[in-house]
């Protein structure tokens, strides 16, 4: 019973650290399942980096859609990352936060867009921030901003049947 004792906080310190290694990897894995799930019933609205419509497109309305998305590390990431800053080396925890965060914005861009009754969105260009925490050489989480124009076709049925005829 000593020996416990005397090693409690090592104990409850080594427990906390594989309890939140375990979560953050769940909760990893069921947002990547997730993004899979909603990028297949966003399929139909295409995304370009193009500045310009395709030629084909016709008359179309333009309207500016944006999505955001803030994805935060958790402990072992951080641990991680902070070992890598001494060695040097692709830090691939950070990837993955990037990468949840870049898909996140660009489906609630889509989700924007097919509010619009758009099924297409050019132009588009990403902005991405790092949160810090009490050190500034620190990454707590990224934000990632995606944004771009959502065209869609022109309604010309109610205007032909507003016409005098």
């Known amino acids: 019973m000593g020996v416990l004792a005397e090693f409690f906080d090592l104990i409850v310190f080594a427990v906390l650290f594989l309890l939140g290694f375990f979560v953050g990897r769940w909760n990893e894995r069921r947002h990547y399942a997730s993004l899979r799930r909603r990028e297949g019933e966003f399929g139909d609205i295409l995304v370009f980096s193009n500045r ?3 030629a084909a497109a016709g008359r179309l309305d333009t309207a500016l859609v944006s999505g955001s998305a803030v994805i935060s590390e958790d402990y072992f ?8 800053s001494l060695i040097g080396g692709r830090v691939r925890s950070y990837e993955s936060l990037i990468d949840r965060a870049r898909r996140e914005a660009v489906l609630r861009m889509k ?8 099924g297409m969105i050019i132009n588009v260009k990403f902005q991405t921030f790092a949160i810090g925490g009490r050190n500034p050489n620190s990454v707590k989480g990224v934000e990632l901003l995606a944004y771009g124009t959502a065209l869609s076709a022109r309604a010309q049925a109610g205007a032909a049947a507003a016409a005098p005829g």
């Open 77 to 84: 990431k951080g641990l991680v990352a902070g070992l890598y």
């Open 111 to 118: 989700s924007e867009a097919r509010a619009r009754g758009a």
């Open 52 to 54: 310009f419509p395709p």
